[in-house]
């Protein structure tokens, strides 16, 4: 049976997606730069909840991503004009100001909560999904999503940015070749070739 293809957004709705959260409110600035870094670096829903600010180095311009049940963790770099032109550290550098001004204290989580009754908690995981499906409608977008969407369409625009698959798969943290292949849609040729062993081996980043 054919597998059916994973939902991904072209830049476009991309950007829409990004638009829907309004940086004049704490909670609209949090999340605008939560989705940034699951657009730019392909976050997990469970790594954005569980990002702290000890993983965060601004000096090295590196984030450093814990996987868990022993596995082994990788480094993702954050930079003022990453490879979309965006500017990944000073999104998360304004935020990190904000969000310790209006707490009076940095929180351990980098998207904490904001709400006075439970304010510098750890996000759950259903409100993201609730947020990313609310912004989604309200930005016209008539594809179905979730945050596992904006992480698919990281690697595929990654991809066609690069074309190398095995730092594709080093920036999702995949273990294998084939897995990242899924999220991209690249010619017959290049899948061919990726899961040939055709690009050398695979090295951890």
Not at 1 to 7: N, W
Not at 82 to 101: I, M, P
Not at 139 to 147: C, D, L, N, T, V
Request: proline residues 3%.
């Amino acid at each position: 049976m054919t597998k059916k293809l994973p939902v991904m957004l072209n830049d476009d709705e991309r950007k829409d997606l990004l638009k829907q959260a309004n940086k004049r409110y704490i909670t609209g600035h949090r999340n605008k730069v939560m989705l940034q870094l699951m657009f730019n670096l392909g976050l997990k829903l469970s790594e954005v909840v569980n990002l702290k600010w000890e993983d965060v180095d601004f000096l090295s311009e590196v984030l450093m991503i814990s996987e868990s049940k022993g596995k082994k963790g990788r480094t993702l770099y954050i930079k003022n004009n990453n490879w979309r032109g965006e500017n990944d550290k000073e999104a998360l550098q304004e935020w990190k100001v904000r969000q310790t001004n209006a707490l009076r204290c940095l929180p351990q989580y980098v998207f904490s909560t904001m709400s006075k009754h439970t304010v510098g908690r750890q996000l759950q995981s259903r409100y993201i999904q609730d947020m990313v499906s609310r912004y989604a409608k309200r930005a016209g977008i008539e594809k179905r999503i979730s945050p596992r969407t904006l992480r698919h369409t990281f690697a595929n625009d990654l991809y066609w940015q690069i074309k190398d698959p095995i730092t594709v798969k080093n920036a999702l943290g995949n273990s294998s070749i084939t897995t990242t292949m899924i999220y991209v849609h690249p010619a017959g040729s290049d899948v061919e070739a990726a899961l040939a062993g055709r690009n050398g081996p695979e090295e951890a980043v």
